[in-house]
């Protein structure tokens, strides 16, 4: 039998009532926390724990103090907010920020904090590695919180389908972290493209230019978990596995903790395309059908994931609009160049893939219209109509999405009751959906 490499039992952290999640599986886990009535608060109006005025202040906390969380604590401040706690299962990310921030709670377990909290605290950030995302972000909706998740805000489909339907019954707010759809540059292309400019839409490419480790065997050696890390706590709903370093530096490589790039570039990249083709159809009844996924470059990879990944998504009419195909893509530039890709895809563009001051400069997508080709960066933060000449500037057109300074602030914006997120979970909960189905073809490698 394989055990914990640290006998820390989760119970020793919680209450009596939730003390039974700390042994089952994650779907498990998922739909108890989403059902349980026992101090479940659902809520009439889109607020938590009151009703707030323009000028009061959000009181956040912030699960997860890695690369991402780090950056929501100052943030939290920096934007007028009040940070009231934050909860890492390292003691040494807590302690760094107890002693720069004295004022801040800090906790291990994220269901401690929600409980000791309690009507203190109107929403959380969630910052944990992804096969943690769920579990975190579902707790503090069936109290009542407002939640802000990084991307992507599930490990599985089933994890994505049951966010959207808990917000929904909770009436919380929510966004997940693909700061890309707050920009102006997406939004008022997004209008354009809605309004028929760029003409009918059948096919779109999305890539990503990093590609998977290949097939890894899991580690053998079993080194003594660190003194300040709590690995049961680390660990959740996975299943159990002895403490590796590994696991913890590079969790996002690993199938059972990470989506590899279809959640974590594709959750930027996606939505675009999604939004054009509009296959939030399939979610609101308006189209029937199954989108197909195909792998077109099988590598077997379960514990990890492809080298290079290509997959095609064959979707269905919905309404009026025609059949359509979307190619995804995620390899190194060489790989992409050396397979005719690159090439493939600049021609489409008319132009370099290249974006000047961008983050991941030579990642992106094309949405092509019979009328006009739609590139975007990575983030889908800058876009542009091809050719660009025969496309005026959309400024003076009235603006159906307007923008709010920053994704966070639309999200502190919607937790006082103001206008949802774009990225709410009603729609990034189905874009992931459909981006985690990718990597189930992967891994069974058949449509």
């Known amino acids: 039998m394989m055990h914990r490499a640290k006998q820390t039992c989760w119970r020793c952290h919680l209450t009596r009532r939730e003390g039974a999640m700390a042994r089952c599986t994650r779907r498990e886990l998922l739909a108890r926390t989403a059902t349980a009535g026992v101090g479940g608060l659902v809520l009439t109006s889109a607020q938590s724990a009151g009703s707030y005025r323009a000028n009061e202040k959000l009181n956040l906390a912030v699960v997860g103090l890695g690369a991402r969380g780090s950056y929501h604590v100052g943030m939290v401040p920096r934007v007028g907010e009040n940070l009231v706690a934050v909860c890492d299962a390292n003691r040494q990310r807590t302690a760094a920020v107890a002693k720069q921030r004295p004022g801040v709670a800090v906790f291990q377990d994220f269901r401690r904090m929600l409980d000791e909290m309690g009507p203190r605290l109107d929403g959380i950030i969630v910052a944990t590695p992804d096969h943690t ?50 920009t ?71 199938r059972e903790y990470g989506t ?87 021609k489409i563009a008319g132009r370099s893939l290249e974006w000047k001051n961008s983050w991941t400069p030579r990642s992106g997508s094309l949405v092509v219209g019979s009328k006009a080709v739609v590139h975007t960066n990575a983030h889908n933060s800058m876009c542009a109509l091809l050719p660009e000449k025969d496309f005026p500037q959309a400024a003076g057109r009235p603006q159906r999405f307007p923008s709010v300074g920053s994704h966070e602030r639309e999200w502190m914006n919607a937790c006082r009751g103001g206008t949802p997120g774009l990225s709410n979970f009603d729609h990034s909960g189905p874009a992931i959906e459909l981006l985690l189905a990718g990597n189930i073809a992967t891994l069974v490698n058949r449509p």
């Open 133 to 182: 995302h769920a579990v975190i972000s579902a707790a503090a909706m069936r109290r009542g919180k407002h939640v802000y998740c990084e991307k992507p805000i599930a490990h599985d489909v089933g994890e994505a389908r049951r966010l959207r339907d808990l917000a929904r019954q909770h009436k919380v707010a929510t966004q997940m972290g693909n700061q890309g759809m707050a």
């Open 184 to 254: 102006d540059s997406f939004r008022r292309t997004l209008e354009l493209v809605q309004d028929g400019v760029a003409g009918e839409i059948r096919e779109a490419h999305v890539w990503y230019v990093f590609g998977g480790s290949g097939p890894k065997a899991r580690p053998k050696d079993t080194p003594p978990v660190p003194e300040h890390l709590d690995w049961d706590l680390w660990l959740g709903p996975a299943p159990q596995r002895p403490y590796h370093p590994s696991y913890v530096s590079a969790w996002w490589a690993w």
């Open 260 to 346: 590899g790039c279809l959640g974590g570039g594709g959750s930027h990249s996606i939505h675009m395309t999604f939004k054009a083709l509009d296959l939030i159809a399939f979610w609101e009844g308006r189209a029937k059908g199954t989108i197909r996924i195909v792998p077109e470059s099988p590598e077997p990879c379960p514990e990890n994931f492809p080298r290079c990944e290509i997959l095609r998504f064959e979707v269905p009419a919905r309404g009026q609009r025609p059949p359509a195909v979307i190619h995804w893509y995620n390899a190194t530039e060489e790989e992409l160049r050396r397979r005719g890709i690159w090439a493939r895809l600049e």
